[in-house]
């Protein structure tokens, strides 16, 4: 078999065609809002949202609606738990995502062994990429439209409010408003994801692709360029390595995308390890002319 008909084998089959495209979406568009995941500190409520849809999704299931509707309403209703919690108790921001998500994340495990579905909905948990269906396709490209829709609409203010929210206040924006429209675009975006990795390994593509941007680039104009470039790679990679060798899909998209940023931690010019450990040993100094022993005269 030669490299073209390596390259071009899966997309005999309409099932890997449909995982192809939602893959890449999903990539992309978590990509794109890693990148303010990663400035605003908020990469632990990505986590916290992506396990606490769970029984959103599954209660979806239940009643025949879309899963996108039950996922949004529990992402919402976990945000506005965790800040609950936080602004009225002494308990602390890690600490309220903590007991919100894995108790949201429970109640999801509970209804997945109590309801009866003809899906399998172990695949919320663990994705279930190659069992996209055209209607989970259509599904999956219009949230991916909306989400890009407002990032890049409102992607000067939600950068100003990732870098200097004191600021976007004194200028007339609303960090609170920005705020709840990150975390919109959040719950939205796990949705997408469950399609791709499931609901485990959501955290990941949420993460690795802007940390990774964030080491090769200061400037978010060209980690919003970056971050999807590296999510895509991975995530092409990492279907062709799962479709050859029989393994986890979303596993594998997830495992490529982490050895891509392990690689730039290590290379990455000026950020990288190897590079800062050449920096910080520097060049071996040379004796200065003067301070050479002069030789005795015989």
Not at 11 to 26: D, N, P, Q, S, W
Not at 78 to 100: F, H, L, P, Q, Y
Not at 101 to 129: C, E, K, M, R, Y
Not at 190 to 200: D, E, H, N, R
Request: aromatic residues 8%.
């Amino acid at each position: 078999m030669n490299l073209l008909e390596l390259i071009t084998q899966p997309f005999e089959y309409g099932f890997m065609v449909r995982a192809i495209v939602a893959t890449l979406l999903a990539a992309v568009l978590c990509a794109v809002l890693s990148c303010w995941l990663v400035l605003t500190g908020w990469s632990l409520l990505g986590d916290a949202v992506s396990h606490a849809v769970l029984p959103g999704v599954v209660l979806a299931y239940a009643l025949g609606w879309p899963f996108a509707v039950g996922a949004s309403i529990f992402g919402v209703l976990a945000v506005a738990m965790i800040g609950g919690v936080r602004a009225t108790s002494r308990v602390k921001e890690d600490a309220a995502i903590g007991i919100v998500f894995t108790t949201l994340f429970a109640l999801g495990l509970v209804l997945v062994s109590v309801t009866p579905s003809q899906v399998d909905l172990n695949h919320i948990i663990f994705g279930n990429l190659l069992g996209v269906s055209p209607e989970d396709l259509v599904q999956v490209v219009g949230l991916v439209a909306v989400c890009l829709a407002v990032l890049l609409f409102k992607r000067k203010d939600l950068t100003l409010f990732a870098f200097d929210p004191g600021h976007a206040r004194t200028i007339g924006l609303s960090p609170r408003l920005l705020g709840s429209i990150l975390l919109g675009v959040l719950a939205l975006t796990c949705v997408v994801a469950l399609q791709a990795v499931g609901v485990v390994l959501v955290v990941a593509m949420l993460v690795v692709p802007g940390a990774t941007a964030r080491l090769l680039s200061q400037s978010m104009s060209r980690m919003l360029w970056i971050a999807p470039s590296v999510s895509v790679i991975g995530s092409l990679v990492g279907l062709y390595l799962s479709y050859y060798l029989d393994i986890s899909s979303g596993g594998s998209v997830v495992l490529c995308q982490g050895s891509i940023f392990a690689l730039v931690y290590l290379v990455a010019p000026r950020e990288g390890l190897v590079w800062r450990m050449i920096a910080r040993r520097g060049p071996r100094q040379q004796p200065l002319e003067a301070d050479a022993p002069e030789k005795t005269a015989v």
